[in-house]
């Protein structure tokens, strides 16, 4: 469903095809895109993991960052992808007010990452210093806030590329999730 045509065969695609198949059942869209560049997308993962974990991230707290940001750029893709995950780890409310950015269900640390993540994906050329002084008082350390900056950045950058590739939310995803948190979700790309 990209605007690609299918990868060629290589090791790389095949071992992303059956790291799919064997967690969801089916390959995703968006690595349907990565599995032209395996190595690429190995490199970018272990980016995100080695970078959220330096920032002091929980998987919740990740799913903050990715969802504002992914909301900012409107990109449904990871919108359906990380609000799935963040419906199972609290509940639909949340995750309609991760979409919509609703501060209400967060702590002061949340809505601080969230409001950094729109930032840094909409106009990071727009930072001010009171905005990093919100991430110092939300707990974070200057070698944290860089790490966590990193990991917004690149989120961005892979929504993008999916996005400007064609990558779609894949179906099977896109109903197995919470019909009020998918019809919060009202930009990007439909469903394929």
Not at 63 to 90: E, F, K, M, N, P
Not at 104 to 109: A, D, I, L, T, V
Not at 122 to 144: I, Y
Not at 145 to 161: D, H, K, N, P, Y
């Given at each position: 469903?990209?605007?690609?045509?299918?990868?060629?065969?290589?090791?790389?695609?095949?071992?992303?095809?059956?790291?799919?198949?064997?967690?969801?059942?089916?390959?995703?869209?968006?690595?349907?895109?990565?599995?032209?560049?395996?190595?690429?997308?190995?490199?970018?993962?272990?980016?995100?993991?080695?970078?959220?974990?330096?920032?002091?991230?929980?998987?919740?707290?990740?799913?903050?960052?990715?969802?504002?940001?992914?909301?900012?750029?409107?990109?449904?893709?990871?919108?359906?992808?990380?609000?799935?995950?963040l419906t199972a780890w609290a509940d639909p409310q949340t995750a309609i007010a991760a979409l919509?950015?609703?501060?209400?269900?967060?702590?002061?640390?949340?809505?601080?990452?969230?409001?950094?993540a729109r930032a840094v994906a909409r106009s990071p050329g727009s930072s001010t210093p009171q905005?990093?002084?919100?991430?110092?008082?939300?707990?974070?350390?200057?070698?944290?806030?860089?790490?966590?900056?990193?990991?917004?950045?690149?989120?961005?950058?892979?929504?993008?590329?999916?996005?400007?590739?064609?990558?779609?939310?894949?179906?099977?995803?896109?109903?197995?999730?919470?019909?009020?948190?998918?019809?919060?979700?009202?930009?990007?790309?439909?469903?394929?």
């Amino acid at each position: 469903m990209t605007f690609l045509e299918e990868p060629a065969p290589s090791a790389g695609q095949e071992r992303l095809y059956a790291a799919d198949v064997a967690d969801h059942g089916y390959v995703w869209d968006l690595t349907r895109v990565w599995a032209h560049q395996p190595e690429a997308k190995d490199q970018l993962m272990g980016l995100f993991a080695s970078t959220a974990e330096a920032a002091g991230l929980t998987p919740r707290e990740r799913a903050v960052i990715v969802i504002a940001q992914a909301a900012a750029v409107g990109d449904s893709y990871c919108a359906v992808a990380w609000g799935q995950r963040l419906t199972a780890w609290a509940d639909p409310q949340t995750a309609i007010a991760a979409l919509t950015a609703d501060g209400e269900p967060f702590s002061e640390r949340e809505q601080a990452l969230a409001a950094w993540a729109r930032a840094v994906a909409r106009s990071p050329g727009s930072s001010t210093p009171q905005d990093v002084q919100r991430l110092r008082d939300a707990g974070f350390k200057e070698p944290q806030i860089v790490a966590l900056t990193i990991f917004a950045g690149l989120r961005t950058a892979f929504s993008s590329i999916n996005g400007a590739l064609g990558a779609r939310p894949d179906i099977a995803m896109a109903e197995n999730l919470d019909p009020a948190v998918r019809a919060a979700i009202t930009w990007g790309r439909t469903p394929g």
